[in-house]
Nanobody, 126 residues
Framework: QVQLVESGGGSVQAGGSLRLSCTASGYTFSRLCMGWFRQALGKEREAVATITFTGGSTLTADSVKGRFTIARDNTKNTLYLQMNSLKPEDTAMYYC???????????????????WGQGTQVTVSL
């Protein structure tokens, strides 16, 4: 059973930076397709970024492109989301997600991921 634990959220002023981490256990991390999603209050959960097994390919939402970077360290079983130039509209609960499989196709849909962390809150103020 895959377990995911996020950390690194917090409160920051607009223009600031945060780095989220997600540590995985219970499965060979290098065989997990990984992603970050977020859900703002009253809104649907949306994909932020996804990454393949080795990190060689990534996909990032247009709303955060150029500001957020997804990365992984398979030696540390950890997924990262570097968030720069944060805006108030980035305020949300951020979730780490994983799926096992024989290949990654930069999945983007909520239903594509079987495993989820508990979330970490990011709040951006003016």
């Amino acid at each position: 059973q895959v377990q995911l634990v996020e950390s690194g959220g917090g409160s920051v002023q607009a223009g600031g930076s945060l780095r989220l981490s997600c540590t995985a256990s219970g499965y060979t991390f290098s065989r997990l397709c990984m992603g970050w999603f977020r859900q703002a209050l009253g809104k649907e959960r949306e994909a932020v970024a996804t990454i393949t097994f080795t990190g060689g390919s990534t996909l990032t939402a247009d709303s955060v492109k150029g500001r957020f970077t997804i990365a992984r360290d398979n030696t540390k079983n950890t997924l990262y989301l570097q968030m720069n130039s944060l805006k108030p509209e980035d305020t949300a609960m951020y979730y780490c997600a994983a799926r096992s499989g024989t290949y990654c196709n930069l999945e983007w849909n909520f239903g594509d991921f079987a495993y989820w962390g508990q979330g970490t809150q990011v709040t951006v103020s003016l």
